[in-house]
């Protein structure tokens, strides 16, 4: 079955950077354009990057320029880099296919991130 594991969340000052990865498992992984979303306290979540199986990205006007998204078939793992932390950022991320609506049941437990001085 479709798995979907987060990690690397945890508590950053502004300013800071952190690298979050999702290993996947259940599914042809190298096929499937894969995203990073966020849900922040109070609101639903949103996609914030994805990556087609061809590389080719995709981001939010309020990440762009300061996240990176990547992957690595070999490894089934898609990452996020995330430079230039803001609170605005804090949430708690998750990955998963795109879109969205054809994944809603797969959704991991998410990695919380924490940026605040």
């Known amino acids: 079955q479709v798995q979907l594991v987060e990690s690397g969340g945890g508590l950053v000052q502004p300013g800071g950077s952190l690298k979050l990865s999702c290993a996947a498992s259940?599914?042809?992984?190298?096929?499937?354009?894969m995203g990073w979303y966020r849900q922040a306290p109070g609101k639903e979540r949103v996609l914030v990057a994805s990556?087609?199986?061809?590389?080719?990205?995709y981001y939010v006007d309020t990440v762009r320029g300061r996240f990176t998204i990547s992957r690595d078939n070999a490894k089934n793992t898609v990452y996020l880099q995330m430079n230039s932390l803001k609170p605005e950022d804090t949430a708690v991320y998750y990955c998963?296919?795109?879109?969205?609506?054809?994944?809603?049941?797969?959704w991991g437990q998410g990695t919380q991130v924490t940026v605040s001085s």
């Open positions: 998963n296919g795109v879109p969205a609506v054809r994944w809603r049941d797969y």
């Open positions: 259940g599914f042809s992984f190298s096929l499937k354009t």
């Open positions: 990556i087609s199986s061809g590389g080719t990205t």
